[in-house]
Structure formats: C-alpha cells, structure tokens
C-alpha cells in the first residue's frame, strides 16, 4: 500500500490549484470588547478526522461522515433535479434519491451502531475532560439521529423521501388544475404516512403527542405548548398593531405600482450582485433558476439557491426570493464545515434557525428604509430610470411595506404573514391530532382566512392549494416562519447594538459586519447549542416574542 | 405495512403527469424481410424486477440493480462535476464520487455474492430451459464484474475513481502550463497505480497480460494480440491510400476558409437542432458545455452529452464534438433500459463498440458528401450567408476531408487519425509494459510522430501533453478510436445494404432509418452478445478491418 499511499498524498498536495484562495472557515477571535456571551468558537483543527480517546466514538464519527456525504450526494441529485435535469429522467431520478435515503438509513441503524453509542456514553462518563463540548454535542446529536432513524423502517424512509420531490410535481399539476379531489386523496395518504411515522416515533421514544415528534425534525426541543405560547403573544399584539398600521397607512399617498419592463437578465445580475453584497461565497454556491418552487439547500461547500424564473414586469419578486434563500444560503456556507464537516454537531439547527436567517435578510433588513436607500439609485441605472418616482428609495420602501390582508401566503405582507402562519399552524396540528378531517379542510380554510384576515379565497389555488409544504410531507414546518420571524427580530436587536450604526451601515451597501455577527453567533455554532441557549448567548436573553413586536411597532406604526 | 403498499402503490399511479407520453422502448419485430441474422430483439416484459425461478438470480439482480443506481448516482455527480457545480466544491464532491465507488464496490464484493453466482450457475446448468440468453448473458456479466472488482480492494477503487475527475483538472492545468515535470511525475505515479491494479488482476485470474487486463475494461474480449493484427492491416492499407489521397488533393483548389463570426448561440441552436434530426431524445438527455473536454457518459435516462464552450470563429468544431457525442448519446440512450435498466446485461459493449457509434455519426456520416448537401442550405439560412461559397455543400465537404499530417490527434482528419491512435496503442503498450520509462516519452513520442507522420511536435502541449485520457487513468481506451472507426465502416456498408438509398435520406435530413437500424443492431442488443457475435448478427461477417479499408479509399482516392 505504500505506493497507493504516496500517490493519494502527491493527489492532495495537488489538490489546492495555483491562484486559488481557499478561505479559512471564517473565526472570529472573541472580541474583548463584547458581552462575555460571545464566547464560542469553533475551533481550529479538523475534529471531524481526530483520533479521539474513545475508539467508539472516533468510528461513530467516521460512519457518520460517510452517511454525511451520501446526504450531500442527495442533496446535489436534488438540485439537479429541480434545475438542470431532463424531464423524462425524473422517475428513476426520484429512486435514485430513494434509495440514498435507505442507504442512509441502514447506515444509521446498523446494528453495531447503538453499542458504540453506548460505550461513547459510558467512556464519556469516566472520562469527561476527554469530550470538549462540541464532542459531547455531536455524540447527543448522533444518537438522536439514531434513535429517530431506528423508529422507522427502510421502506418507509424510501416513501418519504420520494414524496419530498414527487410532491412537488404532483403539486404544481394539481395547483395548476386547481383538483382539489386529487389533492384530497393526496393529502389523505400523506398524512396517513406523516402519523405512521409519528406514531412509531411515539411508541419507540415514549412521547405522546404526533404533532410535537413531527416538529421536532423541524426545531428541535420546541413543543406545540411553546409555539401556542409565543403565537398567542404575538397574536396579541399584533391584533393592535395591524389597524393601527392600516389607518397610517391609509393617511398616506399611496406608492406609485411597478409597471416598466424588467429584463430578466437584468434582474438576475442585480440578485447575484447583492448575494455577493451579502458575501455569499460563489466560490461554493451559485444562483439558480427553476419552475418549481424556490428552496433553501445544498451543503456548505455546493450551496445552490434555487428561485423562479424571473417575472419580467415586477423586478420585487425574484429579489425578494434572492434575499430570503440568500440568507439561508449564509447560514449553510457558514457551519461549521472545515471542522466538522459531515457530522450532525455541523448541521444547521434545523428550520425555524433557517428561517431566521432568511427573514432577517428578507424581512428586517430587506424591507427596511436603509437598504432601500443603498438600492434606489443602482436600480435607477440598472433599469435605465434615472430620478424615476417609482424608483425611489421612498417608493420602494413603501411598495415593500405596504399592508394588506390577502389570500396568499407568499405574497403577505411582514404584519399579515403571521396570520397566515397561525391559520396553517392550528389546521396541521388539527390534522395530525385527526381532530379535522381532510375533506373538511377546504372550509375550514376559508372560514379560518375569513375569522383571521377578514379574506376569503375564490378558488383553491389561493385557499388550502397554494403551498407545496403539506404535499411534500412538511407537517410541522410552517410554524419555523413565525417563530424564525421572532428569533430574526431578537438577532437583530442584538446585533443593532454590537453594531451601532448598522443603518448606516446598510445604507452604505456595506453587509460585513451585520454577516459576520450572524456568523460568529449563529452559523459557527452549528448544533453545539440547544436553541434557547444559543439565542441566551447570541442576544443576551431567552427566546422571547418582544422584539418581533417592538420591530413590526416601530416599522409600521410609529415611524415616520 | 398494507396503507404503505396502498400509498406507495398511489404513488406510482400518479407517476405519469397528464400530457406527457413516455414512449416505450423502441423495439421492432422481426422483419420477415430482412436476413436471417436480425433475430434479436429485447423481449417486452421488464426482467430486471421479474422473479427468476432461481432465488440465488433473482436476489443478484436486485442487487445488482441496486449497484446500477448508485453508478447512475455516480455519473450525474460527474456530470455536474463538469457543468454546473462551483469550483469551491471540487474537493468534497470527489470524496463523493469516490465513495460511491467505494459503495459499489462494498456491494460487488460483498462475500454472499460468490455463494449466489455459485448457486445460479449450478442452477443454470440444471436448468438451461429457465434460462434465456438474457439472463444467461447478464450472470456472466455478474460474474465478470464480481470477479473483477474482487481482484482489487476499496481503497485502490476510491484511488481510481477520484483520479477520473481529479485527472481532469490536473490536466488542463498542465497542459496550460506546458508542464512536462510535473505531468511526468503525476503519470508516473498514475502508471504504478494502473500497473498494480492491473497485476493484482492478473494474479487473481490467472492471466499474464497486464496491457489486456486494462483493455479488457474497454473491449471486453479483445487481446493486444487482435489489435497488433487489425492495426498491421490497416496500416498496410493506410500507407498506400495516404499518398494517394495526398496527391488526389493536390490537384483540386484549396477549400476556402471558415473566417466569419459564428454566434455562439446559433452554433448551439445548430448543434441541437442536428441532434433532433438524428433522434436524440432532449426528454432524456440533453447539450451542455464545459470548460473541460468533451466526454460521453450519462444513463439512458438522463444522457448529457458535454461538449466545448462554441468558438465563435469556427462552427465547425462545436458540430464536429456534438456528432461524435451524439453518436455515443443515442447508444446510450438506446440500451435496453425499460427492460433490463441497470443490470450488466443491460449497459453498453465498452468503449470500442461506444466510438464506433460515435465515430459513425461524426466521421463516416457526418463527414460525407449527403450530409453537406442537407447541412449546406440551413447554414446559409444560420450564418446569414445567402450563397456564400464558404458554405456550399461542395466546400464543406472539402474542410471536413482535408488530409493532412499534423501534431494534434483531435483534430486529425479521418486517414492520419489511424496514425495518432496506432501511435499511442504502441507507446502506453510499452508504458504499461514497462518496456518505456515515462522519462522518455516526450523522446519516443516526438521520434513515433516523424516515423509515422513526418511531423514534430514542437511543444509538450502539441505532443505528449495533448490528450487527457492517460491523466485520468485510461490505458487501453485509444485503440478503441480506431477499432471503432473499423467497427463503423463494417456496420455501415451492412446498413446501406439494407437501407439502399441512405444517402439520399442523409441529403434530405432523415436520419430516423439509420439511427433505428443502430438500434435494433446494436443498441438493443446491450452485453446479450459478445462483440464478435453482435457484429456478425449485424453485418453478416466477424469484425473485418476491409470495409474501413475500402471506406476510406472511397472517399479519398476513387470519389470525383
């Protein structure tokens, strides 16, 4: 082998070609400056690789690295799938996926693996100045893994993992033809799967309630009690701010509409200019277009943000799409991937940190009156329409944040998505807790949008048609919006005052330092934290509503 | 388990969108009047999920199925490798691609899988009438791929299969740089490597060729020894023709040269559109285009054929890779997917029967006086060049079959195209051999290049630097250029015997009686057949060097 092993050594010193800078993973040296939450660091070697005391759990490592590039691997044939693949290749596509899952799968069920967790365990128990707190961390998250996975079969993994793309095409078609009866059907068998696999998941872990073991995939350690808990709150508040907003609103001129010509080149150069403003690293992630729906995705070092196809008469759309999956994009270029890669400490923490990151960029900085401020005059170049009133940093500012109760979730505005989000929360725990019945969603809906927003939708494409979450499996996701909404707010507050003049800052086009508190406090840390804690460290407080409604309070009602 | 199977019965119910039709495998009766040599046709039932009246068969297949995917899996990384991905991303996607081969090879050496090709054979030889010549080729192909995966272990297979990408980039590099040192140290190690994989086959069984052993991978069943023969013959024939050919030309006007500017979008919206004309099917396939070189590859599913970046100078080298990679694109695309799909039995005969469809699309087709005829009008059309000379059939038939003796291989005409593969069969033989130090190639190629063609290279770019096949580890691939060209010529003289007015079909644009001819004679046909066979079924005679003899004396001496 000494041969072999020379020649894979001369293949690695050749690995980094010449001109090529390959960036450190970008850690910050605590800054004696800061509160002492600041105090997390990755650290510098390669951890995922190390030798560690215990031979367990140096082999747990080295098998979750390999189920960590066959995820990868799915991910890219998931990319692929939505971007570049023909169309006739998209049944043995879905199997091939499939069946990465299985693999996956029966790698993180293999019988030796529960008693190398065990004796991790116990070697962690004797020896605990041996396990630092990311090791410590990473074994918790591989046994969680572990656990989830062994509550489950094979097969069942494979169904659900097909459905994760087939649903988007089945949900194109029947949003398309508007068939609610095939959607039904749909939907009835696909929650008929969800509960099996949460009902297992019960049975195998001791939990009682479906609902919470499906949302745990999503954040995990948040409870339906602690959503029901915040939303209440939010609910609350936001039930005096949204007239009040209205009646200021309707005191002022209206915005002048979007109606020029918005080349679609145009407008992709502007959402890869600010991606790169952002410091979205195209090094290891690109920008792509799809006719599906938009998603968040890839690994950190292959990270493709995938957007419609940009609409040529409204430029809003497809940069409003950039901003929200350019901030998960940050967050995923930004784990942890030099040291410790593939392993679950490395992962983000799941959806409602996901969203955090999106809305932060596409909900709080994106529609605030500095960025628009820093984009009016590019874009009057940009699309030829110097001094253009519609154009305007006012105007844009106003379009972004005008308020209005809708039918249509992707198109609310920051005050009434709640709203949305509450309505799709209380039906999906309805449906896993079997209390509503598929056949009675569709009124239930409407009698919801009505109760909630005072709106009733004419058709099912823009009633319980209009997302693809359900038709993909996601039961449990759609409260991350709400709740990623409330951490953004919370983030930003903090961050507003590590870094005083970020208006400015924003106004100037200069992201740097607002991306690299998120950085430091957020993407580093991968799964090293439990949420909470990690928001305790990050803004000095627990997870907490008060700054999303002090944020929408001061946007839409108080400012000028 | 039964609301699964309903559910994932409901699934497959769905799989097929309204509107799309998925045409069934292309096969044709047995035509009454055609020779008797046409009796093969891929049965109509899918074998890869049929339960086999062997169990120990039927469990092979589903794991060889399972093989097939991860291969697929494999290939479209690789694609994407090529296309679509961010160079940040190189490093972590080889470890991928190199550790599904190592799963592939995990899976073919699994120590079960002799146990079950024992029990199929013993099955086999009491059974012979459960047996068709299907399954009786696809054991034997099961077997030859176990045998060969367990002569070499997992680590070499991950060696060689980062070496196909890595190889690449280290050769544009190199080839950039003119750098001979380093390129003579990265071979060298590259031919220790192939020398031990090929030696540990040979030890494992029984044969004593190490040079056979690699060209086994490409044309299973051809020697060193066929080829020395073939290529004696050829060159015997070429010697005479080449001067002939020479002095011919020497008595007409030079062709008028190709100056104008040829928008890179009207060369693709050309090269697609010829694809069409020959029936790839873009429902399963697609163009694209890399800064790396050409390749073939992809499934039947999903064949993307990758060809250069369109040089607005020259059409006629985008046309020239998109012909000989649609050739191998409608090969791939034609193998008996829906019956066998990723079973052994089921893939293409190697690389000599791949250029041979290559090569008769690119050279024998696409190089003819018909082919111009039909291409001629359509570039007047294009180029905008209404009755330009440059464009006339007539001239462009006279730039495609200039002869002349040059340094680069790819873009040799079709007669010294012989001389540049002759010349590296003789000298990787001997590499391999280890008859000839790699410290002395650049020597012995310069001394071939003057022997056979007169000419002498005058950089390592346009000698031994040129070609990236031996940097991704591809000894024993160059002879398949010339067999395959010998292939071409033997199955187009059969199928003009069989279609007597093909060549006004090629002047009319209707490609659709040669491609179908190539189905059912070879594409259909996958491993059922060795080649010697498939091509005696196919032609009426074993493989022959005569017709690409009497082909090229044809074109270059006897036409007017």
């Not at 509160?35 to 070697?45: E, G, I, K, T």
């Not at 100045?129 to 069942?156: K, M, P, T």
């Not at 799964?527 to 309070?553: C, F, Q, W, Y």
Request: charged share 25%; with cysteine.
């Amino acid at each position: 082998m000494k041969i072999l092993h020379r020649f894979t050594r001369f293949l690695k010193n050749l690995s980094i070609p010449q001109g090529r800078k390959t960036a450190p993973d970008a850690i910050s040296k605590p800054k004696d400056t800061q509160a002492p939450h600041h105090d997390v660091a990755a650290p510098l070697v390669v951890r995922q690789n190390e030798e560690h005391d215990c031979a367990a759990y140096t082999d747990l490592k080295k098998q979750f690295r390999d189920i960590g590039r066959i995820g990868a691997v799915a991910e890219t044939l998931g990319r692929d799938f939505l971007t570049a693949m023909p169309e006739g290749a998209w049944k043995s596509r879905l199997s091939q996926i499939a069946y990465m899952h299985r693999l996956m799968h029966e790698k993180m069920t293999d019988r030796t693996i529960a008693g190398q967790i065990d004796r991790a365990k116990s070697h962690l128990e004797n020896n605990n100045d041996n396990w630092d707190e990311w090791d410590r961390a990473n074994l918790q998250e591989i046994e969680r893994s572990h656990r989830r996975a062994a509550c489950i079969d094979g097969e069942l993994t494979e169904t659900e993992a097909r459905l994760a793309y087939e649903g988007r095409r089945h949900h194109r078609n029947m949003l398309a033809a508007g068939d609610w009866m095939q959607a039904r059907e749909f939907l009835s068998r696909t929650i008929d799967m969800k509960c099996r696999v949460a009902d297992a998941t019960c049975r195998a872990t001791g939990k009682n309630s479906a609902y919470d073991v499906l949302l745990d995939e999503f954040m995990p350690g948040v409870s339906q009690g602690d959503l029901e808990g915040w939303f209440k709150t939010i609910k609350t508040g936001f039930d005096k701010i949204l007239p009040q907003a209205l009646e200021k609103q309707s005191k002022e001129s209206e915005p002048l509409p979007i109606t020029d010509y918005y080349p679609a080149k145009a407008q992709m150069w502007l959402n890869r200019a600010l991606l790169k403003a952002i410091d979205f690293d195209f090094e290891r992630g690109g920008l792509y277009e799809t006719g599906h729906n938009p998603v968040e995705g890839g690994t950190p070092d292959d990270t493709r943000l995938v957007i419609s196809t940009a609409d040529t008469s409204n430029f809003m759309d497809s940069l409003k799409s950039t901003l929200h999956e350019g901030g998960h994009g940050l967050y995923i270029q930004g784990l942890p991937r030099k040291t410790w890669r593939y392993q679950p400490v490395a992962q983000d923490m799941g959806a409602a940190m996901q969203e955090s990151q999106a809305l932060l960029i596409d909900m709080i900085v994106g529609r605030s009156p500095a960025f628009f401020e820093f984009l009016s005059p590019r874009m009057e170049g940009l699309f030829h329409g110097l001094k253009n009133p519609v154009l305007s940093a006012r105007n844009l500012y106003k379009l972004r944040t005008q308020v209005k109760p809708t039918m249509v979730r992707r198109k609310a505005d920051e005050i009434t998505y709640f709203y949305h989000i509450l309505h799709r929360f209380r039906l999906e725990r309805d449906l896993i807790g079997r209390r509503l019945k598929v056949a009675d969603l569709p009124e239930a809906w409407n009698a919801g949008m009505e109760d909630l927003l005072g709106v009733q939708p004419q058709s099912y494409a823009e009633g319980c048609l209009q997302d693809v979450h359900w038709f993909v499996g996601k039961f449990g996701y759609f409260p991350s919006y709400a709740t990623g909404h409330m951490l953004a707010a919370q983030q930003f507050a903090a961050l507003s005052k590590d870094i005083p003049n970020i208006d400015a800052q924003i106004a100037s086009g200069d992201f740097l330092p607002l991306t690299n508190w998120l950085r430091e406090n957020i993407h580093q840390q991968g799964r090293v934290k439990d949420m909470d804690t990690l928001m305790k460290n990050a803004t000095g407080s627990n997870i907490t509503p008060k700054h999303l409604l002090s944020h929408i309070e001061n946007r839409y009602v108080r400012a000028a």
